[in-house]
């Protein structure tokens, strides 16, 4: 599974759910990075949150027949975190996103934003 390209399933299947501030953070050149890429979004309410992540797994699945390795926080829908191995995506409640700042925590790393829908 090439990762630029599922980096843009990921940012569609987002998309597609109406997600907000949808970025993608390329951290392969950084010490500590854990994977490759993060993908990063956000969402006003707990059952949007689970929403994009359903429309992640199933983007995911139809084009590249890959379930997340991992998800966590399905349960609360307040931070949901899917692990693709080479990428991982963050789906955030909007105040929590606002709170935790992660793309603050990896600032030097590129980033590629993707436009809100309407």
Not at 14 to 41: E, N, P, R, T
Not at 95 to 107: F, I
């Amino acid at each position: 599974m090439e990762e630029q390209r599922l980096i843009e399933v990921i940012a569609e299947a987002i998309q597609d759910k109406k997600g907000k501030g949808v970025v993608s953070l390329d951290l392969s050149g950084m010490d500590g990075a854990i994977c490759s890429h993060f993908v990063v979004c956000n969402a006003d309410s707990t059952t949007q949150v689970c929403a994009i992540a359903d429309s992640v797994e199933e983007a995911v699945f139809n084009k590249f027949g890959e379930w997340p390795w991992r998800v966590e926080g399905k349960q609360t829908g307040l931070w949901v975190a899917m692990d693709y191995i080479d990428v991982v995506v963050h789906i955030f409640q909007s105040e929590l996103r606002d709170y935790y700042r992660l793309e603050d925590l990896w600032a030097d790393a590129p980033m590629v934003e993707y436009e809100d829908v309407d």
